[in-house]
Structure formats: structure tokens, C-alpha cells
């Protein structure tokens, strides 16, 4: 897969916010910054770590590192989303993923959206007016009782760089415009049995008020 000059340019042009909480959101930054993404802004819920990403060495990213302001939750996150192109998301608390959710779809924003969910990783890629939401989807992937407090993240380092390879990929591919992104598809990484699994058909539902809105384009 080689890039074009057009391709190049348009990576160059965009921001990412991350709004960083398990560990994959490092090999992700890395890998943003490495296919030579514009400006990528890391919003870390639990400020001690987000030295780790001071340890990446933008080349010409502009990398932005901010703390999470816990008290302000997702609404702090509002001002933020105009003016990026892409948000990917790696929070370990359910609520604030699925009010990130909600203001994606609110702002028609494309959100790249990663959970553990017991040893399994689950990546899904929603695009405001074709997914459904998550508010929608995790009943369907039979996560009905979402723990009310922050989850851990996977235990085993290799499998959070896994995850943050897989969204580095589709972001890379959605602001390059390269080849096909499943906006339907909601993928479960089994690091133990080594399935993929594929929950698919997850369109947006027509009475939804988060995922039903007419479609605007980012
Ligand atoms: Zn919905």
C-alpha cells in the first residue's frame, strides 16, 4: 500500500484527538505520528501517566498532551471536537465512553471506539449518519451491565499495542481516504484463542436521537 502525494497531504492536514486511557493509546500515538499526522491532541484521563506519550518523538506532528478534567467529564471534551477530524477513544470508563459517544454523534464526528471486555479487545469504528451508536450497539454485543467504574486495561501489554495498531490502520485509512473502512462492524480480538470476530450490521437505528440524526459530514 503506497500513499500519494495527495494522501500524504491529506494526513498532514489533520488532527486526531485521542482521549487517552488504556495503554493502547501509546502505540497508537506513535503510529499517527509516524504516518505523519498533522496535529494530534491527547486528552489522558489520570494525568501520572501521560508522560508516557512525552516519550514519543513527534517529527512533524504538532503533539498536543492535556489532562482529563475528571469534574467537567465529557463536556469538557465539547469545545474540543470542532476542530478535530477524527476522535479515537481508549477510556477505561464506560460512562465517559458512551457520553463520548453521544457528542460524536451530536457534532458528527467519526469516533474510533476500543474497550476490554474480559480478556477481549473489541474495536469499532462509528461514523455519525452510517454506525450505530454504542448506546445502541452494546446491548446488541451482549454488554447490557457495563461496569459503573473505570475498568483495567489488559493485562498483557501486547494486545493493547495490537488494539492500537488496528485503530492507528483505520484512522490512518479514513483521513488518507485509502481503501475500505467497516462502519458496520464492530471487531473482537481474542488474543487467546487468536479469532477475530466480526459483529457486523450495526447501522444506525432510524428512533435513536444519538446515531439517528441526519448524517453530517466531518
Ligand atoms: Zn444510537
New binding site residues.
Partial sequence: MSMSRHQLEALRRSTVLVVAGADAALSLVELLVDAGVGRVVVVQQGGEKSVMFQAVTPSDTSLEIRSFNESGGVNALESLLPEVDLVVETVLDWQVKLGLSDLA?RLGKALIHSGVVGHRYQIYFIKPGKS??L??VLPGVGIEDFPLGPVAPHPLKAVETWAGSLMALDAIKYLADLGVIQTTTLWRIDPLSGDIEAVRNLA??KD?P???LPFKSH
Fill in positions: 454523534m450505530a451508536c448506546r445502541c444506525s437505528v435513536c444519538d446515531c439517528g
